[in-house]
């Protein structure tokens, strides 16, 4: 993540939280305004050389230096490439240009290919770039790929809140284990939105319509969190150079979870929930491993001291029990800022005070005074409005007064949601709550600091209610 790197180094079934097709709206032919870039094969292909490639509508794009994305609407109605050496960056934020919140919503009707070397960023949010700034709230912005995305040997691939409909694949590259100490290889180091941060793989709140697989890289980190998978997932024979590597956590699985050979295993990390599988896990990621949570690694790395707590690294959604409940949302004041993107999106946040009620979980969650959105109890929700009406958004809920099966304590989730024209709301969301660390191995588990899960809400805008189904266990 690139928060995490900047610290360390000084620098709708699944499709849901992410901009439909036609959710864009409708652009006229591109420019060349601002890029280095000629029209090939009858004004069918966009060759881009370096520098940004302007919003608007193409054919099929193809990368060859390090090209950006940063305002605006661009839409491939066919495919990208992104040639062996080349960079494509959709993730910096430019738009607005006044206040760079962020990048391109990018839409491409076919698949996403990059060669040996080569860089792809699709998406940002506040876990990435996406942070706001003084004038304008944190915002999300997705990158909707309906084919697949294969990188064959690349430096790095990072994606961030977007959906992708076919399989997600990475096979070998990275740039070996010792791209962790600078200086970066090019072209990750020629993108000054990567300054300062080792090359690295890495999705995070993503939906993958196919199967998720990496094998075979050698690189610095590589991170798998949140993502909602429909295929299975594949981890076979990769290498990293940071021993806090190989984070795969609080994914949704519809198939298989396949782990094996790699170095470091697959671990926490700095926290995360427990794999949800629906089918089988193996290797490294069986349902019989029991990893602590956080990471010592981690821990360490943090400046903390004690154990975390131990849990299943995958869980199967057998085991969970399903429960019918509410999630009631106040607002807690006016929305903490509103600005409106190049490409007509309004985007706003927002916190709440949320209440949980039924069968399952049930609690509160109350914003302090003093409290940070997302980081403190209660709800933050960062939402995109686009021109035709419809709506998406991204929720972190903190319900610090939960209790669920007898178990009292603080519990995370995060939700993704659409509201269509007719103001519709619904989504998915995942429990997050990311371990916690101990004094000692012996003590007591706090709670529910193992709480894992996912379901589904829906209901009206208007209301201030949402109905709930519930898959909840521990791990």
């Not at 690694?297 to 975390?308: D, K, L, Q």
Request: proline share 7%.
């Amino acid at each position: 993540m690139r928060g995490r790197w900047a610290r360390l180094f000084g620098a709708a079934t699944l499709a849901v939280g992410v901009v439909a097709a036609g959710s864009a709206v409708v652009m006229t032919g591109a420019g060349a305004a601002g890029a280095t870039g000629s029209w090939s094969g009858g004004g069918s292909t966009y060759t881009c050389t370096g520098g940004t490639i302007p919003a608007g509508t193409y054919q099929s794009i193809v990368v060859s230096g390090v090209c950006s994305t940063p305002s605006g609407n661009v839409i491939v109605k066919r495919n990208v490439t992104v040639k062996p050496g080349a960079l494509l960056d959709n993730g910096t934020p430019g738009d607005p240009t006044a206040s760079p919140v962020v990048a391109a919503q990018l839409y491409v009707g076919g698949n996403v290919k990059v060669g040996k070397g080569g860089v792809l960023i699709l998406g940002c949010s506040p876990n990435s770039s996406c942070g706001g700034s003084s004038t304008a709230p944190p915002g999300i912005s997705s990158a909707t790929i309906r084919g697949s995305v294969t990188a064959i040997q690349p430096l790095g691939v990072v994606v961030h809140s977007s959906s992708i409909g076919g399989n997600f694949t990475v096979v070998g590259g990275g740039g070996g284990t010792g791209v962790c100490a600078p200086p970066a290889p090019a072209p990750w180091s020629e993108d000054p939105g990567l300054t300062g941060i080792p090359p690295y793989t890495d999705a995070e709140d993503v939906s993958v319509g196919g199967n998720y697989t990496v094998v075979g890289m050698q690189s610095c980190w590589l991170g798998a969190l949140r993502n909602q998978i429909r295929g299975s997932a594949t981890f076979i024979g990769n290498q990293f150079g940071d021993p806090d590597a190989m984070e795969i956590g609080n994914n949704l699985i519809s198939h298989n979870l396949t782990c094996f050979k790699n170095s470091p295993a697959p671990q926490f990390g700095d926290g995360a929930s427990s794999d949800l599988v629906a089918g089988r896990a193996s290797g490294q990621c069986g349902f019989n491993v029991v990893l602590n949570n956080p990471a010592a690694e981690a821990i360490e790395s943090n400046g903390e001291t004690g154990v975390g707590v131990l849990q299943h690294f995958a869980v199967s959604t057998r085991h969970l029990k399903t429960y019918f409940g509410t999630h009631t949302s106040t607002p807690v004041g006016p929305p903490l800022a509103t600005t409106t993107t190049e490409a007509g999106n309004t985007l706003v946040a927002q916190v709440y005070n949320i209440t949980f009620a039924g069968k399952g979980l049930v609690g509160t969650g109350t914003f302090p005074p003093d409290g940070t959105p997302g980081q403190s109890p209660g709800e933050a929700v960062l939402s995109t409005t686009f021109p035709n009406g419809t709506a998406s958004f991204t929720a972190y809920d903190t319900c610090d007064m939960c209790s669920f099966a007898g178990q009292t304590g603080s519990v995370s989730l995060r939700a993704y949601g659409t509201i269509n024209r007719h103001g519709f709301e619904q989504g998915t969301f995942l429990i997050t709550s990311n371990g916690t660390i101990l004094p000692t191995a012996t003590s007591p588990v706090p709670g529910l600091a193992t709480l894992v899960g996912y379901g589904y809400f829906w209901g009206s805008s208007s209301s201030s209610t949402v109905h709930l189904i519930e898959h909840l266990g521990f791990g």
